[in-house]
C-alpha cells in the first residue's frame, strides 16, 4: 500500500495561493511529514517538515489536522518560478524501525501568468 | 561545500556496455541513496547505505549493484547496461534516515542506453 496519496497536478495563476493536500491514512505515531520541490532537470529540494499543527517557514506553511491522516503545503502568492513537482512523504527517520523510502507520483504545479 | 555532486552528467552507452556513476558528498551523512526517474514518473529507490560498507536493496534493485567502501562515497554500478535501464539517476545522503530526515540531493545523471 502506498503510504501518501496526492493529486496529479494543480493548475493556479500568478498571486494566488496554493494549498496542495497529501492523504496519509496509515501514518504511525512517530512519523513526520516532509515535502520536497523539485524543478525540471533539477534533484529534488527540501521545502518543509512537520509533525502537528503548523509550521511556517520562509518558503511555505505545512498545516497537519490533529488526526495528522492528511497533511496540506501551502504555498503563498504564487509565481511562475514556483512551477515544479512537489512530494510528501511520511516517516519516522528510524531505519531499525524498517522506514521505507516512497516518493510516489508528486503534484505537477503549473503556475500561469 | 559542494553538497551532493554526481559524475558523469550525461552518458550514452549501448546495449551490454557496463558503467558506474559516482556520488560525493561532503556533508560527513551517513545515509545515502540512487534514485532512478522516469518521465512522468516520480523518485523510486534502488538501493541505498546506512553507513560505510553498507548496502541495502531499495524498491528497484534489478540490474543494479551498489559500494559504499568510503563514507563520502556511494558508487552505482551497471553491470550489462539494458534499454529499460535508460533514466535520470539521482543521489542523495541525509544525517539520518531520509523517510524523516530531509534528503540532499545532486543534480542527477541523465544515461541513455541503446
Known amino acids: 500500500l502506498a503510504k501518501t496519496t496526492q493529486p496529479i497536478s494543480m493548475d493556479s495563476y500568478e498571486g494566488q495561493e496554493v494549498n496542495i493536500t497529501c492523504s496519509h491514512n496509515?501514518?504511525?505515531?512517530?512519523?513526520?511529514i516532509t515535502w520536497y520541490q523539485q524543478f525540471p532537470s533539477q534533484g529534488p529540494r527540501f521545502i518543509i517538515q512537520?509533525?502537528?499543527t503548523k509550521v511556517t517557514n520562509e518558503v511555505a506553511s505545512l498545516f497537519i489536522p490533529a488526526d495528522r491522516k492528511s497533511s496540506t503545503l501551502s504555498l503563498p502568492r504564487v509565481s511562475l518560478s514556483d512551477t515544479a513537482v512537489y512530494y510528501c512523504?511520511?516517516?519516522?527517520?528510524?531505519?531499525?524501525?524498517?522506514?521505507?523510502?516512497?516518493f510516489g507520483q508528486g503534484t505537477e504545479l503549473s503556475v500561469k501568468p | 561545500n559542494a553538497g551532493v555532486t554526481q559524475t558523469p552528467k550525461f552518458r550514452v552507452l549501448k546495449t551490454g556496455q557496463s558503467m558506474t556513476l559516482l556520488c560525493a558528498q561532503d556533508?560527513?551523512?551517513?545515509?545515502m541513496y540512487w534514485y532512478r526517474q522516469d518521465p512522468g514518473m516520480g523518485l523510486r529507490l534502488i538501493h541505498y547505505?546506512?553507513?560505510?560498507?553498507?548496502?541495502a536493496k531499495g524498491e528497484v534493485p534489478d540490474g543494479y549493484n551498489v559500494s559504499r567502501l568510503k563514507k563520502q562515497n556511494f558508487l552505482l554500478g551497471l553491470e550489462s547496461a539494458a534499454p529499460s535501464q535508460t533514466s535520470v539517476y539521482f543521489c542523495?545522503?541525509?544525517?539520518?534516515f531520509g523517510d524523516g530526515n530531509e534528503q540532499f540531493f545532486g543534480p542527477g545523471t541523465r544515461l541513455t542506453v541503446l
Open positions: 542523495a545522503s541525509s544525517g539520518g
Open positions: 496509515n501514518i504511525a505515531t512517530n512519523d513526520y
Open positions: 512537520g509533525y502537528k
Open positions: 512523504l511520511v516517516g519516522d527517520g528510524d531505519y531499525n524501525q524498517g522506514g521505507k523510502l516512497i
Open positions: 556533508m560527513n551523512h551517513e545515509y
Open positions: 547505505s546506512v553507513g560505510e560498507g553498507t548496502t
